[in-house]
């Protein structure tokens, strides 16, 4: 096996070069892992492909493999900088997989005011007090041009409520919020609640700050979990101990992916909705909602990337990228919908009119029996 050998974050953009450094741990943000000695020969044909099982692994890696003069090398890299480890380079996958595997633990956001957050500008779209300047700042130009956003925000805020009760009163009881934002009443088991008095709660969410703010105020019994987890590695998320302590995976369950998977890039947020969709119980429903690209003006999507900058990607997914989403799960009535006209709890001359240039879709869908590999 190749020793991998830690060098600086100054020579990352030699991942094809030479420059190597001697050592062999991975102790610091910003480390990087190259190769250090010279990889053995390509692996043996009749050996099974390992690159699949690492990608499917380490979501939070673009890995893929290389031939350099007749040596395989494995070459991966973080999609975003906040990882602690950013690329590593090995011949061997087996310490491929020793290297990535401490990065799955570390994804949270870190708190911090100079950038600005999701989650707090969110918190800002909805009228609320938990924002900082950065956020305001990002927020600003976009609000500015497109002030229907924080409509729109605060109509899909009412979506959830609306779905995780109508989901309520189809049986369920237990429920998984990802990407679960900062503390707005109803909470999701506030709603849940007014329909099943004994429901379960997991928040999940990758921001230290949603997180502090989730144990303080949203943890308020025994039934309520608080996960820190990236939605990109559902596995890990649904092994978490905090999660199992309050959801049975053997029974059915909501998942909500409530206005967060236009921030995930497109291949990871695909690859963990069909993830989340295989994993679950039958009987089990799925509560999405998201900004599409259809009918949308593209002007809108350009301001929120560059609001967003740095902190995360905006996809702007097209309505039939959103309806697949739900692939083999039922779609309850009305279908996938304008996020204002799912189910809609007041007289239609009270919900919001629908903006001519920004869609924000809404689907609840339940998963049949005999769908996805799930076991009991
Ligand atoms: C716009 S807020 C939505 C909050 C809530 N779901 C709602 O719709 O009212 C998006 C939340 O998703 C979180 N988030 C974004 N990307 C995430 C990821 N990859 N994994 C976990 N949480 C994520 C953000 O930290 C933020 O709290």
Redesign the pocket.
């Known amino acids: 096996m190749s020793r991998a050998t830690p060098v600086t974050a100054a020579s990352q953009a030699s991942v094809d070069g030479p420059a190597r450094t001697p050592g062999t741990h991975l102790a610091r943000r910003d480390t990087i892992t190259h190769e250090a000695d010279p990889s053995p020969p390509a692996t043996a044909l009749s050996e099974p492909d390992p690159l699949p099982g690492l990608q499917a692994e380490f979501p939070a890696f673009r890995i893929w493999r290389e031939d350099v003069s007749g040596r395989v090398r494995y070459v991966a890299c973080g999609r975003n900088l906040g990882l602690p480890v950013h690329t590593v380079v090995t011949c061997d996958p087996d310490e491929l997989r020793s290297a990535l595997a401490p990065v799955r633990q570390v ?1 949270t ?1 870190p708190r911090g005011s100079e950038a600005p ?3 707090r ?2 918190d800002l779209l909805l009228g609320g007090k938990e924002h900082y300047a950065a956020d305001r700042a990002a927020a600003g130009p976009v609000l500015e041009r497109f002030p229907e956003v924080a409509q729109i ?1 605060q109509a ?2 009412a979506f ?1 409520a609306r779905a995780v009760r109508y989901v309520a009163e189809q049986g369920i009881s237990q429920f998984i ?6 503390p ?1 009443s109803p909470s999701t088991h506030e709603s849940a609640r007014e329909v099943v008095p004994h429901a379960r709660v997991a928040y ?4 230290e700050i ?1 997180l502090a703010h989730a144990r303080a105020r949203l943890a308020v019994d025994e039934q309520i979990a608080v996960v820190a ?4 590695d559902p596995a890990l998320i649904l092994a978490d101990p905090a999660l199992t302590s309050v959801i049975d995976l053997a029974k059915p369950v909501a998942v ?1 992916l ?3 998977l236009h ?2 890039p497109a291949d990871l947020a695909d690859a963990a909705v069909a993830a989340l969709r295989d994993a679950v119980a039958p009987g089990s429903y799925l509560v999405i ?1 998201a900004g599409t690209s259809t009918g949308t003006d593209p002007d809108l999507i350009r301001s929120l990337q560059a609001a967003y900058g740095g902190t ?1 990607p905006v996809t702007g997914r097209t309505e039939a990228e959103i309806g697949a989403w739900f692939a083999g799960f039922a779609l309850a009535a009305p279908g996938l919908t304008e996020v204002q006209a799912w189910r809609p709890d007041r007289p239609a001359h009270l919900v919001l009119p629908l903006s001519a240039r920004a869609r924000f879709l809404a689907g609840v869908a339940c998963k049949a029996a005999g769908i996805g590999s799930w076991l009991p």
């Open positions: 994804t956001v957050s999701i989650a500008m969110y925000a899909n805020r959830q919020d990802l990407g679960s934002g900062l707005v999940v969410d990758r921001d949603v987890a990236d939605i990109s909500l409530v206005s967060v921030f995930l909602s995360a």
